[in-house]
């Protein structure tokens, strides 16, 4: 069985432009981040336009008021 690399996990750029085709993740997991950027809605309509029909975004983050 071949080992799967997690060497090339980590995307460091701005969160609003990542530099990747649109629909090109299966899944997009994004944990304790939007709490702190200024605009949290357009991280997420980036997420949009890189998954793919039927891909999973899971999200974590903290309440803040």
């Known amino acids: 069985m071949r080992k799967w690399?997690?060497?090339q996990l980590d995307i460091?750029?701005?969160i609003t432009a990542i530099p990747e085709?649109?629909?090109s993740f299966d899944a997009i997991m994004?944990?304790?981040v939007f709490e702190h950027l200024p605009n949290p809605i357009l991280a997420l309509k980036e997420f949009?336009?890189?998954l793919?029909?039927?891909?999973i975004s899971s999200s974590r983050l903290l309440f803040v008021v």
């Open 5 to 7: 690399g997690n060497t």
């Open 52 to 55: 793919r029909g039927g891909g």
């Open 21 to 23: 085709r649109d629909g």
């Open 30 to 32: 994004c944990v304790e």
């Open 12 to 14: 460091i750029c701005d």
């Open 48 to 50: 949009s336009r890189l």
